[in-house]
């Protein structure tokens, strides 16, 4: 089992969601970089369990401890080594699961992949708890890009059927970028905050989940980042995005609205403004021919509803291979969409820096 991704910067994940902790090494760090450790924590708590109605009851303080690869506030160019310790486990909630696959869940393939032997305890290793070091590597990647001027910060864009505004795809400034980079309930409508918690209250009180969309923008990119084919900015991003178990589609740009358009619609015409080359409009999402063009880069992931829902579900018996129901137990997050986004923006700086 191998949860590693980068090739100039790589980050190593491992961990289990009730084991003794989780964390990540990540190699490749320039020597002699600050990093500023209360923004580390700043990131952290928006993802944490346990703060938010709309989240898991699961209460953990998510405080990483660094082991090695920094002295002081400095990068020491040595791997940069995280622990986070797990401390509110029940894992008896999960004593029904040895045999039964949970639906929409990686228990059954997990356990014919490593012929049952795999950690079922709050899904193990494939658990959304993994994306807490995902979270803290993204931190620190992205302090590294900010200092070249390049900003990442994501909303809510849809939940079920309630949406919000969607970024300008060609005109975002500073202080959106700042203020949703921050935000523990990223909208950039913020009035639009009471028809979505209503979404997400609906489907916990039906004993269900909902799911939704989060999208991202990367302003500062420069021109040029990128290869053709394999190599391309939209492979990179979308790889390191399908890291995050519950994320099933990603576009760029127009996404699959460019379907329907004519060519005449889709292109977006060259323009010169302040003395560098733009775009009018921002189908492309800053991207063309996997290499950006200094647009704005713009994406959006389609986040799936969390598959643990305490209805009866039919399921199997992979012991006496037979059908049986299955209720589940354990503290779910109704809807897992609001802490998906800092998830989102941590492995786009990921992603990004491997290409810089």
């Known amino acids: 089992m191998s949860s590693t991704y980068g090739e100039k910067i790589k980050i190593s994940v491992f961990g289990e969601s009730h084991g003794g902790g989780i964390g990540v090494v990540i190699d490749g760090l320039p020597a002699g970089e600050k990093i500023d450790t209360e923004k580390i924590l700043a990131q952290m708590a928006r993802r944490a369990p346990g703060k938010d109605k709309t989240a898991t009851p699961r209460k953990e303080s998510d405080l990483p401890e660094m082991l090695s690869g920094i002295l002081g506030d400095t990068l020491t160019g040595a791997p940069l080594c995280a622990v986070i310790k797990n401390t509110n486990t029940r894992s008896s909630d999960y004593g029904n699961l040895l045999a039964v696959p949970r639906p929409g869940h990686s228990d ?145 740009g127009a996404g699959f609205e460019l379907a329907k358009m004519r060519g005449s619609q889709s292109n977006d015409p060259f323009g010169i403004r302040d003395g560098r080359v733009v775009t009018e409009t921002n189908n492309c999402g800053g991207i063309l021919g996997g290499i950006t063009n200094g647009m704005p880069l713009i994406f959006r992931a389609a986040i799936k509803p969390t598959p643990s829902i305490s209805q009866p579900q039919r399921s199997v018996d992979l012991q006496k291979l037979e059908n049986t129901q299955l209720e589940i137990h354990g503290r779910h997050d109704p809807c897992i969409v609001p802490r998906a986004v800092p998830v989102t923006e941590a492995v786009a700086a990921i992603a990004l820096i491997n290409l810089m």
Request: glycine share 12%; proline share 4%; aromatic share 6%.
């Open 108 to 252: 059954y393939t997990a356990y014919v992949k490593y012929n049952g032997a795999n950690d079922i305890r709050g899904g193990g290793h494939f658990s959304g708890r993994l994306t807490a070091p995902l979270v803290f590597a993204g931190a620190v990647c992205r302090q590294l890009l900010e200092k070249r001027g390049i900003k990442i910060a994501a909303h809510i864009e849809r939940v079920g059927s309630v949406t919000d505004d969607r970024f300008d795809p060609v005109h975002i400034g500073d202080e959106l970028m700042d203020r949703l980079a921050l935000s523990p309930f990223a909208l950039i409508n913020e009035d639009a905050e009471e028809a979505v918690r209503a979404e997400i209250e609906a489907a916990r009180l039906a004993c269900d989940s909902v799911g939704g969309v989060v999208e991202c923008a990367v302003t500062g990119m420069p021109a040029g980042i990128g290869e053709p084919m394999f190599d391309g900015v939209e492979g990179a991003v979308a790889k390191a995005l399908f890291g995050i178990p519950a994320v099933k589609g990603v576009e760029f």
